[in-house]
């Protein structure tokens, strides 16, 4: 077989080919040779073919037909084999491979080797790319060769270390007396890996830390290692741009950091050499930028005196105003670290800081940005948002969502007035509608409806923003929802803010449903205009048109369309009376937490004195996928209709025909549709029971309340099991059981109930709505009340037993008197 | 350092070194990804870049991009130093190094990098100390037949070893 070609050859020939396919050719045609070379087991040419195996490996082609390979090429004597081996080890294995662990007994047989080129290898090797295993097999002879007085090695040694602790860090401890006087090295090799073990060790392990300040007092051997860099005069080995091996100045400020932090004494100890090191280095060239770096992170992060700090801002400051751009990004980036310990110092940059958003780079304007938010307070909050909402216009879309969420969010804290805020807020949405978070639609909603005072003015912004623009979804979202809340007072033109604007029903109503129809409105904004366009059939006189409308999209491909206009259309046909009620103005709204709807108590109008009209239903309207937690409890999906959650009853006659009305509308969902996620979880599985009417929440006063029965009749009876929920005491929270003693098991159960207009009630979703015959098992539904009185309540059930339906109203009078006291 | 990537100008990958362990696929992802990354960036553009959640340092010397992951504890400005160190010891060892030397003396350029660096830590921080050590290295590979049999008690009159004609032109 002739001699396989040389490495160089190969690569000459392989970059003569013109095209991809040529070249695969080539490299094909090299590899089937290559393969029957190894399969020869030629020792004379093995080096050579894998040297070329890892040529076309780095061009991408396979190569791991060649790992056994250099294997043998690590187990050959020869100086050369080893040095290819090795490479080829360290490129085509990994530790994920079970072919590398057949290298572990070569690695130690290098490992002790009589020359010391070998040994390197060997260390090197088994520092890159050691597996576990492997370091823990060989760490043995690792430590061993951490206390040669040979440096070459030593230096290795050190960084080999590193690699075991890092792979496994139980071995730490054995490495520990070998460091005993590594820094009593002259090598600023040794120096140099030993500061990086030491490092490694002091970040790993408290234990460590404490160690090396206070027994081998580390601190004033750094520090005085450091001073002789600096004080020595010029050293060709290791100068850079006139500066004594900045590696290891670096090296030694980073673990300084380390031995400082927290811990006075260290601190002191340090104090005197960071000041000289900060005032003494040259700036001209990176190399004294980067120790100034470290120095700056390191003073800010120990514990030194107040005078130091402000030295370290001043030479970020300085570094801001540094032409280098390297520099400028570095700064951002530590100013960012300070800016909450020291915020007042940076403050005074901030003007430096506002102008880098202009800056061209974009990792700059990002920490620019960053930074600035950062900076907003009180004082600053015109100025800065005037800033900030330049940049938001003309910055890259990669940052127009964070700087959206940043500017809501310094509005909230620091808006001086609420004009200020909503008008911020109507130029984020025009500048940048497309890219608000999903999130700042309903906050922005709750905002505007808790601001009352600015209604006219907000919706007569929206109102003209919308005949601008309505390709901004979450501008359109919040436009529409105001425009059906305050559309009234769009076409009274009441506005006092700004001059009003003439116009008329009609005109808001063509702009309505231009929403509807346009191609740009997504199926959530539709939902949203088509309910605004039903609200002003309350506000507005011509509702012939509306109807119109409602009537139209009865039909409408769309679900969720479709869905509503049915309902909205019932409400015109059967429930027109209703209509005023259930469509006025919403209440303002509590912000909440964004878990847990069911710490939520609904609240009734009448209870917040802000709201204009008293209120009997707040009008559920959100669509499905909002976060609102209020009004997702009143309806994952949208039911106008209110759920049964609030019953007040009015004067008789309209007490009963609310109840009515549950009865007899179809609610999209019965009960069963209330939120599952209302139910918290601990629930389920105590609903499901039904057995024991021992609550989850441990009251002992709950033991005192004695449960009821609430309802018995024609074999369907209800008990009523009471406790106090923990959170809020004056909550009762009545756990209903339902059984059945008939024949039949009652299917579709439907409990619902009623209470005086003094409480709110709150009723969960049911354990499930057949309740099975000759008392199986039983229905259980809970229901919270918040009462500080005497309770009595109406109830009504609805059953299907055996083919036929069963209603019953009845009225629940015996409350057991603990359960309001 | 995770790893270090030199490219050119059109993304051929010259020398690729990395300290974690990932997979043949991982690497070629974050290979081709990054080198995309890079490429497009604006000549006045800062080199520094935050990619996934790494810090990315890179320098174009020439027609060669010199791309290294950091840490993010890691100082940014004194891994610009550190590429700048090795691209000196490339041209020190290759007189003039351009990117015809990296591809065809590739495997020397990886030798002389597992010298100055180790585990992604420098291990020697003096020019003169790693060129030495490579020299040394260099020689031994050549000689390496003559010690050994030397050691053997065997002189041979011919030292030219066949394995070190892989490394001459």
Redesign the interface.
């Known amino acids: 077989m002739p001699a396989p070609i ?3 050859e190969l ?2 020939t392989i ?1 003569t080919a013109r095209t991809q396919a040529e070249e695969r050719e080539m490299i094909q045609k090299e590899c089937a040779a290559i393969r029957s070379s190894f399969r020869e087991e030629d020792n ?1 040419y093995r ?2 073919n894998v ?1 070329k195996l ?2 076309m490996h ?3 082609y396979p190569a791991h037909f060649g790992q056994l390979e250099c294997l043998k090429l690590i187990a050959s ?5 080893k ?2 081996g090795y ?1 080829g080890a360290m ?1 085509l294995l ?3 491979q079970d072919v590398h662990l057949l290298m572990t007994n070569c690695i130690k047989n290098d490992l002790n080797h009589s ?1 010391q ?1 070998v040994q ?1 290898l060997a ?2 090797t088994l ?3 050691g ?1 576990s295993e492997m370091c823990r097999d060989l760490a043995g002879e690792v430590e061993k060769l951490l206390k040669t007085s040979n440096s ?1 090695l030593r ?2 040694a050190a ?2 270390a ?2 075991v602790i890092r792979k496994v860090p139980e071995l730490m401890e054995m490495f520990l007396p070998a460091t005993k006087n590594l820094l009593s090295e002259k090598n ?2 040794v120096l ?2 030993s500061v ?1 073990l030491l490092t490694e060790m002091c970040e790993r392990s408290p234990d460590m830390l404490s160690h090396f300040r206070k027994n081998e007092k580390l601190v004033p051997q750094l520090v005085r290692i450091l001073k002789n860099l600096i004080m020595s005069g010029y050293s060709p ?2 100068d ?1 741009s006139g500066i004594s ?4 100045q ?1 090296r030694i400020l ?1 673990l300084l950091r380390i031995l400082g932090k927290s811990d006075d004494d260290s601190s002191e100890a340090m104090n005197d050499i960071l000041a000289q090191v900060a005032t003494n280095t040259e700036t001209s060239k ?2 004294g ?2 120790i100034l ?2 120095t700056v ?1 390191t003073i800010m992060d120990i514990k030194s005196e107040s005078g130091l700090r402000v030295l370290a801002i001043n030479i970020l400051g300085r570094f801001l105003l540094n032409n280098d ?6 700064a951002l980036t530590s100013l960012l670290k300070t800016v909450q310990t020291d915020h007042n110092a940076v403050q005074r940059h901030r003007s430096t800081i506002v102008d880098c958003l202009k800056d ?5 304007k990002r920490r620019a940005m960053e930074l600035s938010f950062a900076l907003v307070n009180g004082n600053n909050i015109r100025g800065m948002m005037k800033e900030l909402l330049y940049f938001l216009d003309s910055c890259d879309p990669e940052f127009k969502a964070d700087c959206a969420s940043g500017v809501f969010l310094a509005a909230e804290k620091y808006a001086p007035s609420k004009r200020w805020h909503i008008d911020t807020i109507m130029r984020v949405l025009t500048t940048a509608g497309s890219y608000v978070r999903d999130d700042s639609v309903p906050n922005l909603i709750q905002l505007i409806t808790n601001s009352v005072e600015m209604h006219a003015y907000t919706v007569q912004r929206l109102y003209k923003a919308l005949l601008d623009d309505i390709s901004q979804q979450p501008l359109v979202q919040v436009a529409s929802w105001c425009i059906g809340e305050y559309g009234d007072l769009l076409v009274s033109g009441q506005c006092e803010e700004e001059e009003p604007i003439q116009v008329t029903e009609d005109e808001v109503l063509d702009v309505l449903e231009g929403l509807l129809v346009s191609n740009l409105s997504t199926p959530v904004t539709r939902g949203y205009s088509l309910t605004a366009i039903m609200k002003l059939s309350t506000r507005f006189s011509g509702v012939n048109r509306i109807k119109k409308v409602v009537s139209i999209y009865g039909s409408s491909i769309d679900v969720e369309l479709q869905q509503r206009a049915v309902e909205y259309n019932a409400l015109f046909k059967k429930y027109d009376h209703m209509r005023p009620a259930l469509l006025e103005r919403m209440p303002i709204m509590e912000k909440t937490a964004t878990n847990g709807p069911t710490e939520i108590v609904q609240t009734n109008g009448e209870t917040e004195p802000s709201v204009v009209e008293p209120k009997h239903l707040p009008p559920v309207t959100q669509p499905a996928n909002q976060a609102n937690d209020l009004l997702d409890l009143l309806g994952g999906n949208d039911v106008v209709p209110v759920i049964q959650t609030t019953m007040p009853t009015k004067p008789a006659s309209a007490g009963g025909e609310l109840l009515d009305l549950l009865g007899d509308l179809s609610l999209s969902g019965g009960p069963a549709t209330a939120p599952a996620s209302s139910v918290p979880t601990s629930q389920p599985s105590f609903l499901l029971d039904g057995l024991s009417s021992q609550p989850l929440f441990n009251d002992i006063a709950a033991a005192a309340i004695p449960p009821m029965t609430a309802y018995n009749k024609n074999g369907l009876k209800i008990d009523f099991t009471f406790e106090r929920a923990n959170p809020n005491p004056n909550v009762a929270v009545i756990t209903i059981h339902a059984s059945n003693s008939t024949e039949a098991d009652m299917t579709e159960f439907v409990f619902q109930a009623a209470v005086p207009k003094t409480f709110q009630l709150q009723l969960l979703s049911p354990s499930s709505n057949v309740v099975p015959a000759l008392n199986q098992g039983t229905v259980t539904q809970v229901i919270r009340v918040l009462n500080p009185q005497k309770l009595r309540m109406r109830i009504k059930l609805t059953y299907t037993l055996k083919g036929s339906p069963v209603q019953d109203l009845a009225e629940v009078n015996n409350f057991p008197a603990q359960s309001w006291q | 350092m995770q790893f270090m990537l030199l490219f050119s100008r059109q993304g051929k990958l010259r020398l690729q070194k990395w300290y974690v362990p990932l997979s043949d696929k991982e690497k070629k992802k974050i290979t081709r990804e990054l080198v995309q990354t890079v490429l497009a960036r604006k000549p006045k553009m800062c080199s520094f870049l935050e990619w996934r959640d790494m810090k990315i340092v890179y320098k174009r010397y020439a027609s060669l991009y010199f791309c290294c992951a950091i840490e993010n504890q890691d100082n940014e400005l004194i891994t610009l130093e550190i590429i700048h160190r090795y691209v000196e010891l490339l041209d020190k060892y290759f007189g003039s190094v351009c990117e015809l030397d990296i591809i065809f003396n590739f495997e020397k350029a990886y030798f002389i990098l597992d010298e100055f660096l180790l585990g992604g830590e420098a291990q020697e921080t003096s020019k003169k100390n790693v060129l030495k050590a490579i020299e040394q290295a260099d020689l031994l590979q050549e000689n390496i037949d003559f010690q050994m049999r030397l050691f053997a008690g065997v002189m041979l009159p011919n030292m030219v070893s066949e394995s070190s004609g892989l490394f001459q032109n």
């Open positions: 040389r490495l160089r690569i000459r970059r004379t080096c050579r040297a890892l040529y780095m061009l991408g004597q020869k100086f050369t084999d040095r290819i490479l490129l990994d530790e994920r020359t080129y390197g260390l090197c520092g890159c790319m597996s070459y230096k290795k960084l080999c590193v690699h600023h090799g140099h890996t990086v080995e290791h850079v091996d900045p590696f290891l670096v980073r990176n190399v930028n980067a770096y470290e992170l751009k390297n520099i400028r990004y570095v061209l780079d974009v990792s700059i």
